[in-house]
């Protein structure tokens, strides 16, 4: 008898989260996915191109945040974040290469992707 209340206990659960989120506008789950993301983190990687060109990487990037304004609160033409600067862009974080600090314009030329290794 436990067993059976048990399992529909965690279906009624399953089921109830599932309405919610499919009432949820399309923006609202993507909030709820980012906010998810920004809790356990992503293994991001940023590239910023000149033209075709690759010319920084950082590695380990959590995640790129969009500046506000101190008065207006609305958002201003860059992003940023943190994390490590390959600078011998070979795709990992060797001895010497620190986490940094950086910013890029809205209009840059840039991939933000998840480490596939």
């Given amino acids: 008898m ?3 209340f048990s399992a529909a206990a965690s279906l009624l ?3 109830t989260a599932v309405l919610l989120l499919s009432s ?3 923006e609202q789950q993507n909030k709820i996915g980012r906010d998810i993301q920004n809790w356990t983190g992503t293994d ?3 590239e910023i191109y000149a033209g075709d060109k690759l010319v920084r990487r950082f590695l ?3 995640k790129l945040s969009t500046a506000l304004g101190t008065d207006d609160g609305k958002p201003r ?3 940023y974040g ?3 600067l390959d600078e011998n862009l070979n795709m990992q974080v ?3 290469e620190k986490k940094v600090y950086f910013e890029f314009s809205n209009y840059s030329n840039i991939v933000f992707f998840e480490n596939p290794h």
């Fill in 60 to 62: 380990k990037v959590d």
């Fill in 13 to 15: 659960t399953l089921a």
């Fill in 94 to 96: 060797d001895p010497g």
């Fill in 2 to 4: 436990k067993k059976n």
């Fill in 82 to 84: 943190y994390g490590y």
């Fill in 77 to 79: 033409d860059y992003r």
């Fill in 24 to 26: 949820c506008t399309q």
């Fill in 44 to 46: 991001g990687v940023l």
